[in-house]
Nanobody
């Protein structure tokens, strides 16, 4: 059974905004780090943003001050608000859930793909110039 489902991707012009959403199928997401990763054509999958159980957030330098991650544990959802989009943001975006964690995490943990046990199917974001 699919545990994470992303939505909200699309085609937009540079400078526009887009909001992605990730819906989890059960409450385990409330006790885990939730992360967003992306993979552009011909490139490796890279860390974008993450939210730990405390609500603390982490961002890749390339998206800092433009993207905002948030979570709603009551709705089992995580979102990624993307502003001032650039063509370099074009990629498939993936939502991911870690194993159960402590209340606080750290950058090394949340930015590593190996920390995550569940992945969504991905949603395409295309930014035209």
């Amino acid at each position: 059974q699919v545990q994470l489902v992303e939505s909200g991707g699309g085609v937009v012009q540079a400078g526009s905004s887009l909001k992605l959403s990730c819906a989890a199928s059960d409450r385990t997401m409330t006790e885990a780090v939730m992360g967003w990763f992306r993979q552009a054509p011909g490139k490796e999958r890279e860390f974008v943003a993450a939210s730990e159980r405390s609500g603390g957030t982490y961002y890749a330098d390339s998206v800092k001050d433009r993207f905002t991650i948030s979570r709603d544990n009551a709705k089992y959802t995580v979102s990624l608000q993307m502003n001032s989009l650039k063509p370099d943001d074009t990629a498939v975006y993936y939502c991911a859930k870690s194993r159960r964690t402590a209340y606080f995490a750290n950058r090394g943990y949340v930015s590593s793909q190996q920390s995550y046990e569940t992945w969504g199917q991905g949603t395409q974001v295309t930014v035209s110039s």
